[in-house]
Structures are given as C-alpha cells and as structure tokens.
Nanobody
C-alpha cells in the first residue's frame, strides 16, 4: 500500500506560479513511477507530467515549457512546479503512483484567474 498526500494548491492570477507537493509513504520501494493528473469540471482526467524511478520525465503538450516535475528521494516527495499559469490550467490536480497497482492522492484545487 502507498499513501499519497498532496499540498500546494490555491488561487493564483494568470501568469503566476504555484508548486504542488506529493509526499509518499508506505510501500514506497514498490513505486515505479509517479505523476500528476488533473481534472477540470466536465472534462476527463488527463496526465500532466510523470517521472519514472530512473528519472525520465514526460509532459502533456499543453504544459511543456511551463511545468516541471521533479522528486526528492530523501523526502519521498514529488513536486510539480507550475509557471506561467493560464486560466485553462484550472483543475483539481491529483498525484498518482504506479506501484504494483495504481494509487491516488485526494486531489488539490488549482484555480487560475484571468
């Protein structure tokens, strides 16, 4: 079992920045990859960014050049640095872990005002 706790969401003006954090606990040795997803009202959940245990990253085209995913192995934490935020980035952001099964955090709201 893996537990994920997100933090760092909030309200920001367009062009601003936020950093999301996701702290993992439990069977962290079994984690193969972690990622951030988001779901806007009336839309499907979509992958925003992911990072593997080897450090490889991938991003949705809509956030490339603006968002950066990173991790601190000592803290068992993954971060999503979001810069140049746009109103269309408004969504609930979820942390996820691929660890012999899929695990999800509770979600954190990000609201970008125009």
């Amino acid at each position: 079992q893996v537990q994920l706790v997100e933090s760092g969401g909030g309200l920001v003006q367009a062009g601003g920045s936020l950093r999301l954090s996701c702290a993992a606990s439990g069977s962290i040795f079994s984690i193969n990859a972690m990622g951030w997803y988001r779901q806007a009202p009336g839309k499907q959940r979509e992958l925003v960014a992911a990072i593997t245990s080897g450090g490889s990253t991938n991003y949705a085209d809509s956030v490339k050049g603006r968002f950066t995913i990173s991790r601190d192995n000592a803290k068992n934490t993954v971060y999503l640095q979001m810069n140049s935020l746009k109103p269309e980035d408004t969504a609930v952001y979820y942390c996820a872990a691929d660890a012999d099964g899929d695990y999800w955090g509770q979600g954190t709201q990000v609201t970008v005002s125009s």
